[in-house]
């Protein structure tokens, strides 16, 4: 990041947009002291000279809270501890008052969790609604959200917009970063647009349409980020109509009902619903990442066992999980051998790859997917979350599977990644491969799948495909019909 200038004002809600890699975290963390900054100054209301800012804790102390995209409290302390943690008196902390405390702030939010239950317990939304309530309760003057509405649903969102527009009549000035440019359009007054760590310019909100946004950050005009789909990319084999995986009376231990579900050669399909509705659960007892309890499942019509990942991935299904910090990357590989994990897997470990087909394999797919990485020896936590997000994929694409299962393989990355990601996802299943496609954004499983299964309460409430695959249509789906 160089020369970038940015002016946040009192009682302002500015979104900070950019691709991944154009600077957003840097900043952030410059502005929070987490990094030290080169050159430029910093400066805040009442002070009549710059703010020095060593260490998150200077920045606290300025009045400048944040919330990660990643939640980093502790789940095993409770609601309360977390909230409170390193602002508490330790042994001589008075726990009750603490507790009731925490409630009352958790009352006022409306946010579903108790102050003494241990964090653990909570969804990942509830989780980041608790980080959201310690960032507050810290009386801050400059609020800085990274991504935090890429766990919750909408109707969680709409209760965090509801706090930033309080916020903001209370003289917060608040600095949005997201991805969703719905959410930005929503509820924002200004943007500011960095590309390659440099500053493309501030914006006020009616004056930048959305197809203008899009080509500042990309850098390029864009003529309908709508229309990735390309009739002719369309798969016409003559097996074109063999189902390749079948799922009858599925039901895992993670609480979904029993399901029924198939997938055709060439097809991309997906679940769709609100958060918690059983979409990741339906996948994962596919995949065998869950128990199954009952129910049987066929490839290519023979009935096949599937009790844990390995027999699923032995059958050709590959799948890229909602988390990738906790279920996909592992941090301190290189990205050379988060590439070839699941391929070794496969070959076993008593069979390790060359070193020459290692980097044959990475190198191939990091060309292939344009993964910015310095090298392939490079570890993958340094990687941004888009980067990340296409090595876990060019790791099952190397195993070739015949059935590809992604599950918000978009969140949480700039809209540049994600046109990629959805464009090779329709070439995929215009070669052949079976895709089955999740994302908590319905323009974006509109403009991928050609049939969405929609999910209410963890269980299957419809399909639709062909004139029915409309928003309308799938949000009355959920809501019950005329509901």
């Known amino acids: 990041m160089q020369n970038v200038d ?9 979104a900070l947009m950019g691709e991944n890699g154009a600077g957003k975290s840097t900043l952030i963390k410059v502005l929070t002291g987490v990094y030290e900054k080169d050159e430029g100054e910093i400066f805040l209301k009442g002070m009549n000279k710059a703010a020095v800012i060593r260490s998150p804790q200077d920045a606290q102390k ?32 008075n726990w009750k008052k603490m507790n009731a405390d925490a409630d009352k702030i958790l ?33 801050c003057k400059v609020l800085i959200l990274d991504e935090p509405t ?31 440019l719905d959410q930005v359009y929503e509820v924002s007054d200004k943007i500011t647009v960095l590309r390659d760590g440099k ?46 995986f079948e799922a009858k009376g599925l039901q895992s231990n993670a609480g979904i009902k029993p399901f029924d579900f198939y997938i055709k050669r060439g097809e991309v399909n997906g679940f769709t619903g609100l958060l918690g509705s059983g979409r990741s659960e339906c996948v994962r007892a596919i995949f065998g990442a869950d128990r199954m309890l009952h129910g049987e499942v066929k490839k290519n019509g023979k009935k096949i066992k599937i009790s844990k990942p390995i027999d699923a991935m032995k059958n050709g299904i590959a799948y890229l999980p909602e988390d990738r910090k906790i279920d996909g990357i592992i941090g301190d590989l290189s990205v050379r051998e988060n590439i070839i994990l699941a391929l070794q897997v496969l070959k076993g470990f008593f069979k390790p790859f060359t070193k020459a087909q290692a980097y044959k394999f990475a190198d191939e797919y990091i060309k292939l997917l344009e993964i910015k990485t310095a090298s392939a020896d490079t570890p993958i936590k340094s990687l941004s979350g888009g980067n990340q997000q296409k090595v876990i994929l060019a790791r099952w694409l190397l195993m070739n599977p015949e059935y590809l299962i992604l599950d918000e393989p978009t969140r949480g990355i700039d809209i540049g990644t994600k ?33 969405l299964v929609v999910m209410r309460d963890r269980k299957v409430v419809g399909e639709l495909s062909g004139e029915d695959l409309t928003q309308n249509k799938i949000m009355s789906t959920i809501a019950g019909g005329d509901r």
């Open 419 to 451: 046109i990629e990601i959805q464009k090779l996802v329709l070439k995929l299943a215009s070669e052949g491969m079976s895709v089955t496609f999740i994302s908590s954004e319905t323009d974006e499983m509109l403009r991928t799948c050609s049939r």
């Open 150 to 180: 890429s766990s919750l649903d909408e109707q969680e969102v709409q209760k965090l917009f509801g706090l930033m527009r309080d916020l903001k009549k209370r003289g917060v000035g608040i600095i949005f970063v997201t991805h969703f």
């Open 62 to 93: 300025l009045g400048i809270s944040t919330v990660y995209q990643e939640i980093t409290l502790c789940p095993n302390l409770s609601v309360a501890e977390n909230m409170y943690i390193a602002r508490g008196k330790g042994a001589g902390q």
């Open 107 to 139: 009352k006022s939010l409306d946010i579903p969790a108790k102050a003494t239950q241990q964090l653990s317990s909570c969804s990942i939304a509830i989780q980041q609604m608790v980080a959201i309530a310690r960032a507050v309760d810290m009386d």
């Open 6 to 14: 940015f002016t946040l004002c009192e009682g302002e809600i500015h």
């Open 199 to 244: 500053l493309v310019g501030e914006y006020e909100i009616e004056t930048l349409p959305r197809v203008k946004l899009v080509a500042k950050m990309l850098g390029k005009e864009l003529d309908d980020m709508e229309e990735i789909r390309d009739d002719s990319l369309v798969y016409k084999g003559k097996d074109a109509d063999e189902t390749v």
